[in-house]
């Protein structure tokens, strides 16, 4: 997020449910929206998994621009996020392995049009194969008290008698 909102393009960053995207419809754009639903994946090479993100990037179709021409920002948009991370030394860490982008519009009531990108990212284990036992504890059974309900149990507020309740349940009537 902190990449993307450098972005000299970029008026809006944001984390959150893609069904919760440009909701208020008063955003500014260029808007950068990262979907806070990820998927952590385990690969095979040891001590490193991939993280896949979908990303929007909205814009808003004016007189002064159209569909197209959010689009192709949107897009450029999206690549320079993608270059940042691959060449800049402080997100050493960090590799785009994969990607795709798809451009759409009239994605929102107010007309937004633009591009949403899956990116996979290269991630470092975040597991500390050192200190991942110190989290697991012995703990002692739950012991789970139980309720008996029947007519010799003395902690039932309803007298039984022959199989019939003395319980009178009153209905509210409606006008």
Known sequence: MDIAAQHKAVNKVGYKRQININNQSNEKYFQFIIDNESLLEKQLVE????????????GFISSDLTV???QDTALHIMLDYIEFINADTTYYNLEVRDYSIASYSEYTDDNCAGVR?????????PINICEYRDNFIVKEEEVKVEMDINPENNCSNI????????LIISPIKLK
């Open 47 to 58: 001590g490193i998994m991939t993280l896949r993100l979908n990303v929007d990037v909205l």
């Open 68 to 70: 197209l021409d959010v």
């Open 117 to 125: 990108a899956t990116i996979q990212l290269i991630v470092p284990n």
């Open 159 to 166: 007298k039984y008698n022959n199989n019939k309740s003395d």
